[in-house]
């Protein structure tokens, strides 16, 4: 596998997954385009490549934004389809924001690769929950998708769509279902993409970690660099084209836990607190997956512990914290 002198475009591509991505194509040699609307709230922060800044092309373009797009597509090899709009409970309450971004936009993209640029390799981020709550564990990619909010719903759309375009005219598209990821340049300030994000954050600030009911509900994690191994792995990997990957972890942990270990490893506190109602009917309750598909094809599995990822992330936000929480602005 090598991206030396690729001509690779991530959407999305300064939040937390694609400023990663991005530094690791620079250091194999591609390069990089990174388009990404910036909007409040989505993740986006210009902090995130502050060190490659001047090695990227940068681009504040939404992809719902046809024409702009159109200009990005033509000359690339591979695109890293990861803009989206992530969080499921925003998804509840601005149902037709959810799906401009993740279905229509998705849809338009698609139509403009095939006519822009039909040869380019996809890899489109997906994300476990489209399966809903778990029928089995661990969840593999034979598990019924069943998702039980309106993000998991548009996800899987825009999951069919790339299949689609794959099957009917031959694009080479792969999907990859990412399980909680995690590490430098996450969103802190809330938990709207991330609860581990803002338990990192309660932390910091000597909070106590919400732990909601009674903490049993199991969960695996990947770091961010496991993550980019796998998408680098899905971009170049001939094995890979049409097919659809889980991601996972090699911890499984209850949420208990997790708050007690992150409580002892960062000197912090949890406290058990109830379960609130509405975001209790889209909890999916344990679930973690079965990354045996993945490994198999693409010689995939995660490295980084639990343990050492979750340090060098508080150590990181410990070091930047007002800049994850817009009290400092980055140009």
Not at 73 to 101: E, K
Request: hydrophobic content about 40%.
């Amino acid at each position: 596998m090598n991206y030396a002198q690729a001509n690779v475009l991530i959407t999305g591509g300064v939040g937390l997954i694609g400023s990663h991505l991005a530094r690791q194509l620079i250091r194999q040699g591609a390069r990089v385009t990174i388009v990404d609307a910036l909007l409040p709230g989505q993740g986006g922060n210009l902090w995130n490549i502050r060190d490659i800044r001047g090695q990227v092309e940068l681009h504040q373009v939404d992809i719902r934004d046809t024409y702009a797009m159109r200009e990005c597509l033509p000359g690339h090899d591979v695109m890293f389809n990861l803009a989206g709009q992530t969080s499921h409970w925003d998804s509840m309450t601005a149902p037709h924001a959810d799906l401009d971004i993740n279905v229509q936009a998705q849809l338009k993209l698609l139509e403009l690769c095939l006519a822009c640029n039909p040869s380019l390799r996809i890899v489109f981020t997906s994300t476990r929950q489209v399966h809903g709550r778990p029928k089995q564990l661990p969840i593999d990619e034979s598990h019924p998708v069943q998702p039980v909010d309106i993000n998991g719903i548009h996800k899987a759309t825009g999951e069919h769509y790339h299949r689609l375009f794959h099957a009917f005219h031959g694009m080479p598209v792969t999907i990859l279902r990412l399980t909680n990821t995690y590490g430098n340049g996450m969103r802190i300030m809330d938990s709207r993409l991330s609860f581990l994000g803002f338990w990192i954050r309660l932390l910091i600030e000597g909070k106590p970690l919400p732990i909601y009911g009674d903490g049993r509900p199991l969960r695996d994690f990947n770091h961010v660099d496991d993550c980019v191994a796998a998408l680098l792995l899905a971009g170049m990997h001939p094995k890979a084209i049409g097919q659809t990957y889980l991601l996972g972890g090699n911890e499984v942990i209850s949420m208990l836990e997790l708050g007690k270990r992150m409580a002892e490893w960062f000197d912090g506190a949890y406290n058990l607190v109830p379960f609130p109602c509405d975001r209790r009917k889209i909890d999916i309750g344990s679930a973690y997956c079965n990354f045996q598909r993945i490994s198999e094809d693409l010689d995939w599995h995660p490295r980084m512990d639990l343990k050492t990822g979750l340090t060098r992330t508080v150590d990181y936000y410990r070091r930047h914290f007002s800049l994850y929480l817009g009290t400092q602005r980055v140009q």
